[in-house]
């Protein structure tokens, strides 16, 4: 099954045609087309599907493991293409239909001849049922993807007006300014624009003054990336809220804006932002009735039920320094958590010092963090910015060794069992999304909340009771989100004139002039 960009809570048939499932919800048979083929030609059955699933299982991401694992108590192949799903009791009944639905499909014939496994590296691509295949690539530099001219699906109904390219080729570079550089060559012809200074100030180049390339801010309707740096709560420093909220404070996230973000973005203040999901003012009536019993319980405290939801400090923009008032309330939190100045200047505990690195892996983020340790400095806190590759990056978070780290949370708009990849004990140890790792009792259990709402008014108030608490815990110092997308493009690329919206779709239903294209050659614009 499939979604699409203008519909964010339906599920279309796409490798199925028909399916089947009671109202329990108990199991669900998916009726599959008996038109599939991989790129290779062979016919996809359900011994496919089933196969993938188990492979999922046994060779997957550790957190997807553990979430996933509990979730079905069989899968059964009742025909060549027809295949069901029975679902564990315990299992929620919401979003099972959808969560099988979204299995993908790899050749288990492929892999038997092969011996390829997901937990390891490999060069051979793995063969899928899409409208694409990889053609070449060069580690490290570029991939190319060519047309299936064979594509089962050309004709299927989800498809027209979209898979427009026949080679979709994705350059790689070192770092973002020599991308930047490569784009306004020539070398590539279509660019996502996620710098905020390069959007307002590099955007004067000659193939923009020659009208080559074309610059467009488009509506983007998806709830915001929650962007923000988190902390290690493994870490015994970090895991008093008072010592992370003072930290939190010395982010000037007003100045950041005004004088390095050219006023271009809006500050993040939910997991939710930018949609109805998102927690605000006090709690309603059906918020306290979900949280009143974790506070009885003592997993919360009473505050919970009556304060207004926790927003980000609102600094000035002036200057980066926050006010005396934002240092005295920072400190005394400070002093509070046991941290006190030492003769050295810097704040002391059992005779640590309150040191915070920031591990950052790209140099972008220098002239936000450098700004950040200035202000933590004043505070007494030593901040160290430290600089490493993707792999040790990659490594440290995943295995806990930071203070604080960038991370986007991507929420949805019908949140359900994902959550725990992103927010459950579980899933703490090793998890590319829970890179806080979060081990609370009471967000495990609002998880649940969440993920048993049948109806859709339940889930807003469950996912609101639910924001409002990960909010509460402070593992966050938000950043920064835009709800738009700044692209830029060699003016041989035409879209719909509405453009859905839940994805830009450059690669999707987007298309190529080639008569434009022929122009800008003729021109010197293309290499």
């Not at 919401?94 to 969560?99: S, T």
């Not at 100030?201 to 801010?217: L, M, N, R």
């Not at 109806?455 to 990960?470: K, W």
Request: net charge negative.
């Amino acid at each position: 099954m499939t979604s699409v960009a203008d519909d964010p809570y339906g599920m279309y048939c796409y490798l199925c045609t028909t399916l089947e499932y009671p109202k329990s919800r108990d199991w669900v048979i998916f009726n599959l087309r008996d038109d599939v083929t991989f790129a290779d030609g062979t016919p996809m059955t359900a011994e496919d599907l089933k196969f993938t699933n188990e492979l999922f299982l046994e060779q997957g991401i550790l957190e997807y493991r553990n979430v996933v694992e509990g979730f079905l108590e069989s899968v059964e192949v009742l025909g060549p293409h027809r295949i069901k799903f029975t679902f564990a009791d315990e299992a929620p009944r919401r979003d099972v239909i959808g969560f099988a639905g979204g299995t993908v499909a790899f050749s288990k014939e492929w892999f038997e001849q092969t011996d390829a496994r997901i937990d390891e590296s490999t060069q051979e691509p793995f063969l899928g049922t899409g409208p694409y295949e990889m053609k070449s690539f060069d580690i490290n530099r570029r991939i190319v993807y060519g047309r299936n001219e064979n594509f089962w699906g050309a004709e299927h109904p989800l498809n027209i007006g979209r898979n427009n390219f026949d080679t979709i080729r994705i350059e790689y570079f070192a770092d973002s300014a020599a991308a930047f550089e490569g784009f306004k060559s020539g070398e590539y012809t279509f660019r996502v624009e996620n710098s905020s200074k390069d959007w307002a100030t590099g955007y004067d180049f000659p193939a923009i003054q020659k009208g080559w390339v074309k610059t467009e801010e488009i509506a983007d309707g998806t709830i915001a990336g929650a962007q923000a740096f988190v902390f290690n709560l493994d870490d015994p420093t970090w895991q008093d809220p008072r010592v992370r909220e003072a930290i939190g404070m010395m982010f000037n996230f007003e100045w950041s804006n005004e004088s390095l973000f050219y006023g271009l973005y809006e500050r993040v203040d939910s997991f939710w932002e930018n949609s109805d999901l998102e927690a605000t003012g006090t709690p309603s009536e059906g918020e306290r009735a979900i949280l009143a019993p974790l506070v009885d319980e003592g997993l919360l405290p009473e505050s919970i039920l009556t304060d207004e939801v926790r927003r980000a400090p609102v600094l000035d923009a002036a200057a980066n320094t926050p006010d005396r008032g934002t240092y005295r309330r920072a400190g005394q939190l400070l002093e509070e958590a046991g941290w006190t100045i030492g003769a050295n200047g810097l704040r002391e505990k059992d005779g640590e010092v309150l040191e915070l690195v920031f591990l950052q892996v790209s140099p972008q983020f220098d002239r936000v963090v450098n700004p950040f340790i200035e202000n933590l400095a004043r505070l007494g806190v030593k901040g160290v910015l430290e600089r490493v590759d993707t792999s040790q990056y990659v490594e440290r978070t995943r295995s806990g060794q930071f203070d604080l780290v960038n991370h986007t949370f991507g929420m949805g708009f019908e949140p359900g069992i994902e959550l725990e990849q992103w927010y459950a004990s579980k899933t703490a140890d090793d998890s590319s999304r829970n890179l806080m790792r979060l081990r609370s009792a009471a967000v495990d259990r609002l998880i649940k909340t969440v993920i048993d709402a049948s109806s859709f008014e339940d889930l807003t108030t469950a996912t609101h009771a639910l924001d409002r608490v990960l909010r509460a815990e402070m593992i966050w110092v938000p950043q920064w989100y835009k709800d738009i997308h700044t692209v830029a493009y060699y003016d041989q690329y035409r879209h719909p004139e509405t453009i859905p919206p839940l994805a830009l779709g450059e690669m999707d239903f987007w298309w190529y002039d080639a008569e434009a294209a022929d122009k800008l050659r003729a021109a010197g614009a293309l290499r």
